[in-house]
């Protein structure tokens, strides 16, 4: 049972899409075509330029009334990314509309001073004769190709960025979810965005990668691995900048001396938030021998007592379509062949007529299993006992992603020591990967979960041209070291060097 279908491919590609949590239809959408996609982008270039002739508190006032429609119609966005995702009605409201009214407020509030023309002192002796300021310039039209796992904050995060810079933004959403996207258009229009600022095109991969071609001046992905180098090479050939969100295998590290207790919440809340559809989710966890099994009952215990339901509360939802489900249960198939144990779950829920894959507490796992190696994205808590701390990190850094990770412990700075060890982009200590909702910590991936570092200032001026304007300070008179060159100035020029690098003095004025 497909969640999206290729209904048509003429006179274009034509999708259904269904809700997984009743199956049942609930939309269809055509992919726009190349020179679709290329208008929409000439249309935001043309709205981009009166829209950067704005103050950026002018395009504030923009924000604060997009964050009055998010209020306003809480339970609209959360009645339709439940109905398109299956996702939890707590994680709807949590992380689609608190986290987008955080992100909403947090920049509008702060990018007048982030985006603020900056006076920088010139070091050594030609600051004495020059002067620099900084200012940062929008880049122009930034194509926003974002995935399912977090339909609206996942474009809404670097959408109000990107605007609040002075861009406009072309916004291609997943084909899993492209009725949120919908959605948040149709939000910016009762906040009475300018017409073309913001454009959303649906589609396939292949309409993203028109997208790419389009002429656009920055892509924002967030995506799958695959997808993310393919973008890369795409951005590449067109030297336009690019920042990568890719996937994760984050590594949850518990030692001898941790509150179990929350140890085996944050386990549980880490591995089946967001149906296991989290990019920072807890996806493997490494439990030292002497609490091993005080841990693991502890885990059973709290996997037990979660509910699954398709109404009412519930506290693991959906998988939001059907390929997803494909790889959660290849990825158990293959660890229940080579040996691991499932204590919980293990299975689609027989109860649930939609697309349910009960929560999974699976031990005795190994980095020959898919489940240990590969992002399976799935409801899955997966604990492996390890001799030591030490024997944990070596696991935790055995992979090709590194997103983000954890590390439970009752010592504060062995916490901040294990963490600084940890090969990920970024680590949370006694607590589940939360990064992504703190601006002021910069978020992306290293080895291949990511290239470039998101939010806070970092990241709304990665949505600018740096732009140094350097002036001297007279103005007037003879350029310092202009012609006619003479060996009396090289001599000069030697002395000096001797002198600014070749004694204490020099040293300290350099
Ligand atoms: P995906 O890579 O399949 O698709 C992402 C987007 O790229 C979609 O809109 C898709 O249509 C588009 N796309 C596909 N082919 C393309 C091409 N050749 N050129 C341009 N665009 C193309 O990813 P997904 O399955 O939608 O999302 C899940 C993945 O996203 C997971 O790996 C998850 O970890 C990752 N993710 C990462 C972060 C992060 O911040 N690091 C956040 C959320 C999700």
């Not at 948040?184 to 991969?205: H, I, R, S, W």
């Amino acid at each position: 049972m497909a969640i999206y279908e290729r209904i048509a491919d003429v006179p274009r590609r034509r999708y259904r899409v269904k809700s997984p949590v009743t199956l049942a239809p609930i939309g269809e959408f055509e992919s726009a075509t190349p020179d679709e996609v290329r208008a929409a982008v000439e249309r935001a270039r043309k709205a981009q330029a009166s829209w950067a002739e704005l103050g950026v508190k002018d395009r504030a006032a923009y924000m604060w009334r997009l964050l009055d429609q998010f209020v306003k119609r809480q339970d609209e966005i959360v009645e339709l990314v439940i109905q398109e995702t299956g996702k939890t009605r707590t994680e709807a409201i949590g992380m689609e509309v608190f986290a987008c009214c955080d992100a909403i407020s947090f920049y509008a509030k702060r990018a007048p001073r982030f985006l603020a023309p900056e006076k920088r002192r010139i070091h050594g002796l030609m600051g004495f004769t020059k002067r620099l300021r900084v200012v940062y310039k929008p880049l122009g039209v930034v194509g926003l190709i974002t995935p399912w796992n977090g339909p609206v904050v996942l474009a809404v995060n670097p959408l109000v960025q990107a605007l609040l810079a002075g861009n406009a933004v072309v916004h291609k959403p997943s084909e899993v979810t492209p009725l949120s996207a919908l959605l948040v258009k149709k939000l910016t229009e009762a906040a009475g965005f300018p017409p073309d600022l913001y454009q959303v095109v649906q589609g396939d991969g292949q309409t993203g990668a028109a997208l790419i071609e389009a002429g656009v001046d920055k892509i924002s992905f967030t995506g799958s691995v695959a997808t993310g180098r393919k973008v890369a090479e795409a951005c590449g050939r067109r030297l336009i900048p690019v920042t990568l969100e890719l996937g994760g295998k984050d590594a949850m590290i518990v030692c001898a001396d941790a509150d179990l207790e929350r140890a085996a919440a944050g386990a549980l809340l880490g591995s089946c938030m967001n149906t296991g559809h989290y990019c920072c989710g807890t996806e493997r966890i490494y439990v030292v021998e002497p609490i091993y099994d005080r841990f693991v009952e502890k885990v059973v215990a709290g996997a037990k007592q979660l509910r699954q339901n398709d109404a009412g509360e519930s506290d693991v939802g959906a998988v939001f379509w059907d390929q997803q489900m494909e790889i959660i249960e290849s990825h158990m198939q293959d660890a229940v062949a080579k040996g691991a144990k499932v204590l919980v779950g293990g299975r689609r829920n027989p109860r649930l007529a939609g697309l349910y894959y009960e929560p999974t507490v699976v031990v005795d796992v190994s980095h020959e299993m898919e489940l240990m190696r590969r992002e399976t994205f799935g409801p899955i808590v997966a604990i492996q006992k390890v001799r030591d701390e030490e024997e944990a990190l070596r696991l935790a850094n055995d992979s090709e992603y590194g997103l983000n990770g954890n590390v439970w412990t009752g010592d504060a700075e062995k916490g901040q020591r294990l963490a600084e060890r940890m090969e990920t982009g970024g680590v949370c200590v006694n607590d589940m990967a939360i990064t992504y909702g703190i601006p002021e910590a910069p978020f992306g991936g290293v080895k291949a979960s990511g290239v470039g570092q998101v939010n806070g200032a970092q990241g709304i001026r990665g949505y600018c041209h740096v732009h140094p304007i350097l002036a001297d300070r007279k103005g007037k008179g003879p350029i310092q070291g202009g012609y006619p060159y003479t060996r009396k100035g090289e001599d000069g020029m030697q002395k000096f060097i001797r002198f600014l690098w070749g004694t204490p003095l020099g040293r300290w004025l350099a």
